[in-house]
């Protein structure tokens, strides 16, 4: 029998959240430590993320015992009590520092900071979302770093890809990738099928004691934008001496009419076809492109999607 789609919010109900919030997870790890730890809402179970690296499972049947790499732990554990967790804190942060993971660091700055941010139009529900169409067990189909949802309806609904530094343009996850995922995304229509997972996880967090704007009581599928919005974030838009910028080179990865000044084209845009193969032309298919020079500790965005915030903005692949 085939495993069943995964859904967010499935078995997070009153009892568990109330279970949860009675907990040191709640009150010592998280109620303490708001500007690095973000919750994640899974399917029967929560993530703690520190760095967005998950450093704690938390499943509905068990609220006050995480499970986690022992790796975090220096070997020591993978499973420990809330109490026990909280003795654990500072090495499990530490080990997760050590990994020195820019991406992922910055993508937690960035879900944070707007978050803590009450001017900001935007709010991150999610971070790490994926989702298999094929059963819990398969390779995922759906991948985005960050999902936002607007403070004000009807509620946008922003999908975000983040990169750091121009190393993440390349390779099996690189903006190549995420374009065609991004795109098949579109061309399926399956915004329809994420809209009922969003309700559910912002319904999900607003019962396990996250602080969600007033705006999303009583929030729906009916509430929300038509579209959803495609992003592509670049931080640390810096070039080393002599080199290009990540935006030159992500240019040279994706188009062929050296664009955004870039200096050199990918063998990938020559042998597999540019932008518009991957994305067959589709004009209905308009992702944004972001680039700021911040870079860590200190990128400072609070309004994760105000352009004011960004150096450079390529709005429209059909405008050059």
């Known amino acids: 029998m085939k495993d069943r789609d995964s859904f967010r919010g499935t078995a997070i109900d009153e009892a568990f959240c109330e279970d949860f919030k009675s907990t040191k997870f709640y009150t010592e790890i998280y109620q303490k430590h708001k500007n690095e730890i973000i919750i994640g809402?899974?399917?029967?179970?929560?993530?703690?993320?520190?760095?967005?690296?998950?450093?704690?499972?938390?499943?509905?049947?068990?609220?006050?015992?995480?499970?986690?790499?022992?790796?975090?732990?220096?070997?020591?554990?993978?499973?420990?009590?809330?109490?026990?967790?909280?003795?654990?804190?500072?090495?499990?942060?530490?080990?997760?520092?050590?990994?020195?993971?820019?991406?992922?660091?910055?993508?937690?700055?960035?879900?944070?900071?707007?978050?803590?941010?009450?001017?900001?139009?935007?709010?991150?529900?999610?971070?790490?979302?994926?989702?298999?169409?094929?059963?819990?067990?398969?390779?995922?189909?759906?991948?985005?770093?960050?999902?936002?949802?607007?403070?004000?309806?009807?509620?946008?609904?922003?999908?975000?890809?983040?990169?750091?530094?121009?190393?993440?343009?390349?390779?099996?996850?690189?903006?190549?990738?995420?374009?065609?995922?991004?795109?098949?995304?579109?061309?399926?229509?399956?915004?329809?099928?994420?809209?009922?997972?969003?309700?559910?996880?912002?319904?999900?967090?607003?019962?396990?004691g996250v602080d969600v704007p007033y705006s999303f009581a009583g929030i729906s599928t009916n509430k929300f934008a038509i579209y959803p919005e495609f992003y592509f974030i670049m931080i640390n838009n810096n070039a080393k001496a002599g080199a290009s910028t990540p935006e030159q080179t992500m240019s040279g990865y994706l188009f062929k009419d050296k664009r955004w000044n870039c200096k050199r084209i990918s063998k990938h845009v020559i042998e597999e076809g540019d932008y518009f193969t991957l994305t067959e032309n589709d004009k209905d298919f308009k992702p944004i492109f972001l680039f700021s020079s911040a870079t860590l500790p200190n990128i400072r965005i609070q309004d994760i999607l105000d352009f004011d915030n960004y150096n450079i903005i390529h709005s429209y692949p059909y405008n050059k």
Do not use: M
Not at 62 to 78: G, N
Not at 151 to 172: N, Q, S, T, W
Not at 196 to 203: A, H, L, P, R, T
């Open 41 to 208: 809402i899974r399917d029967g179970y929560i993530n703690l993320y520190y760095n967005c690296d998950s450093i704690a499972k938390i499943k509905v049947d068990k609220p006050s015992i995480a499970e986690l790499k022992s790796y975090y732990t220096d070997e020591k554990a993978d499973i420990l009590s809330d109490k026990d967790y909280v003795s654990f804190y500072d090495i499990i942060k530490k080990n997760s520092d050590r990994r020195n993971k820019k991406e992922k660091q910055a993508q937690e700055r960035l879900f944070i900071d707007n978050n803590n941010n009450p001017s900001s139009g935007w709010f991150c529900i999610d971070v790490e979302f994926t989702k298999s169409l094929r059963g819990k067990d398969t390779a995922e189909d759906w991948r985005f770093d960050i999902i936002a949802i607007s403070k004000v309806a009807p509620f946008r609904v922003a999908l975000i890809e983040l990169k750091y530094d121009k190393e993440a343009i390349k390779g099996k996850s690189g903006v190549r990738t995420h374009v065609r995922d991004f795109y098949t995304f579109h061309k399926e229509n399956r915004y329809e099928n994420l809209k009922d997972e969003i309700v559910s996880i912002v319904k999900s967090l607003q019962r396990i």
